[in-house]
Nanobody, 118 residues
Framework: QVQLVESGGGLVQAGGSLRLSCAPSGSIFSFNAMGWYRQPPGKQRESVAIITSGDTTNYAASVKGRFTISRDKTTVYLQMNSLKPEDTAVYYC??????????????WGQGTQVTVSS
């Protein structure tokens, strides 16, 4: 079972920036999409940004123009600029695709806390 290892969370003032990284602990045969999700306190998990194997990106309306998702092979990044207190959440990375034996997988990271102070 591949694990996703996240890093880069922390405490930042409003208007500041953070960069999250997520890398798999083992090899990835293929993937359909990599994404970042977040769960604010007391709320449901929501999609933040997704990048497909063809490098098409999609963003939640609330982060468009402030966040950028990118990847380097099988490491995915989330550059977060102009952070707002409402961006405070636990951020999770997610990989979806197929294994070498063509079984579908859906891997999640352990989550990293991002706290934006006003």
């Amino acid at each position: 079972q591949v694990q996703l290892v996240e890093s880069g969370g922390g405490l930042v003032q409003a208007g500041g920036s953070l960069r999250l990284s997520c890398a798999p602990s083992g090899s990835i045969f293929s993937f359909n999409a990599m994404g970042w999700y977040r769960q604010p306190p007391g709320k449901q998990r929501e999609s933040v940004a997704i990048i497909t194997s063809g490098d098409t990106t999609n963003y939640a309306a609330s982060v468009k123009g402030r966040f950028t998702i990118s990847r380097d092979k099988t490491t995915v990044y989330l550059q977060m600029n102009s952070l707002k207190p409402e961006d405070t959440a636990v951020y999770y990375c997610n990989f979806r695709g197929k294994t070498r034996t063509l079984h579908e997988y859906d891997y999640w990271g352990q989550g990293t806390q991002v706290t934006v102070s006003s």
